[in-house]
Structures are given as C-alpha cells and as structure tokens.
C-alpha cells in the first residue's frame, strides 16, 4: 500500500507569495495531521482533522495559514502570504482509530524555503 | 507547549555497541511513542507502550517507562551504522489524539 504521499517536496518561493503543500493520506484512515518541524522548535502539531472535519487548529501561527480536507483523500495547507520565518520542513501524518495504538504514518515531508 | 524532551541531544557511538536514550515528560500520558526519522524524511513509528506497561521489547529495541518520575528510556542493542538517525519521543494524553514530540536525539552509529 502506499504510505502518506506529499507534494511538493521541495519549495522555494519569495516572500510574500502563495504557498499550497498538498498531502494524500493511507486509505482508510480517518484522521489527519499537519506538523511543523524546525531545528528550533522541533515539531510542532499545526492542525488536524477527523472524518474531513478541523478538530484542533490551536496550532496555527497566524491567520496567514490555513488548511483544508475537502474529502477523505486529499488535504491541503496554504500560506498566503508566506515569510521567511514560515521556512521549515512541512509534515503531513494520518492514523486510523481502530484499534487506538496511536501510531501516526508520517509522509516525507515538504521542505518549504521562503527567499 | 513540548511535552517531551530527550536526553541527550546526540550521542555517538561505535557499531556493535548499546544506545541509551532517556524522555522526560510533565503531565500525565495515556501512553509513549518513539519514532525515528532518517536524515531527510519522514519520521517513522518504532514502538509504543502504554502507561500501565513498565517494559516492551521488539528486536533489537526496548523500551522502558517510570510513571513515577514522568520517563522514559529507548535502548538499542547492537547498533548498526544503519541505526543512524534522529529519534523521538511522543506522548499523548485524553481522549484525544494529538501527540506531543520532542526535539529528538541524534545517534551516530560509526562503522
């Protein structure tokens, strides 16, 4: 089966520009994670989702983030407009409930680089 | 606000030999997760163990938990060159199911 797939990998954009990372979760699984990982901060839970619907944003930095699940299939999490300090390495992780063992299958990450 | 936080920050050792690993946590846990993550991507799910467990094993991995004093510890055996990565811990706590990582602890395992 494929794992967590997410897109793209790597970006680099100019301050100020429209940012959309895109993430496809295992079929199947029900909830869904975005973390935030710096050498700073370490990893930090952005947002997630149950069933499509936005549980937990308290994560969000700033109005200038959103995120998305128009369907069980596909979530999107977009920075407009994006700053140097948005620079990280975007995660996108998605669990099932069943049988509650809590393990998150992560995806590879997209790096993100804000000029 | 990290939940956990490990110890130490990187640690080195030659092929062959034991790695210790140690997680601090402050509040009350459901249960403790390590993970490990390759340079580059994504992190990956080693083993859990629940907060009413004292000791897991899988292969070459054990995992210890002290409620009492909120910690943790992951011992590999018999490292490999290819046990080089970044480990964490994760914990989660509630009903819900939001995990709480740390900064990570950077093994080398030299050939």
């Known amino acids: 089966d494929a794992g967590v797939i997410q897109s793209p990998r790597h970006e680099v954009t100019e301050m100020g520009q429209e940012v959309t990372l895109r993430c496809k979760p295992i079929s199947g699984h029900d909830y869904l994670f975005w973390y935030r990982q710096t050498m700073m901060r370490g990893l930090e839970l952005l947002i997630y989702?149950?069933?499509?619907?936005?549980?937990?944003d308290s994560g969000m930095p700033e109005d200038r983030f959103s995120a998305k699940m128009p369907n069980a299939s596909f979530s999107t999490l977009k920075i407009q407009p994006s700053e140097p300090r948005d620079s990280a390495v975007y995660f996108c992780?998605?669990?099932?409930?069943?049988?509650?063992?809590?393990?998150?299958?992560f995806g590879e990450g997209s790096r993100l680089t804000v000029l | 606000s990290q939940q956990g936080e490990e110890d130490p920050q990187a640690l080195s050792i030659q092929e062959g030999e034991n790695a210790t690993m140690n997680c601090s946590y402050k509040?009350?846990?459901?249960?403790l997760q390590w993970y490990r993550q390759n340079s580059g991507r994504g992190l990956v799910h080693l083993i859990l163990?629940?907060?009413?467990?004292r000791e897991k094993h899988s292969g070459r991995l054990r995992v210890t938990l002290d409620t009492s004093k909120k910690s943790s510890s992951l011992l590999i055996t018999a490292s490999r060159a290819a046990d080089t990565a970044s480990y964490f811990c994760a914990t989660g706590r509630g009903s819900n199911y939001k995990l709480t990582f740390g900064k990570g602890t950077l093994l080398t395992v030299n050939p």
């Open positions: 989702f149950n069933n499509n619907v936005p549980i937990d």
């Open positions: 992780a998605s669990r099932t409930r069943q049988g509650n063992t809590g393990e998150l299958f």
């Open positions: 163990i629940r907060s009413n467990e």
């Open positions: 509040t009350s846990i459901n249960n």
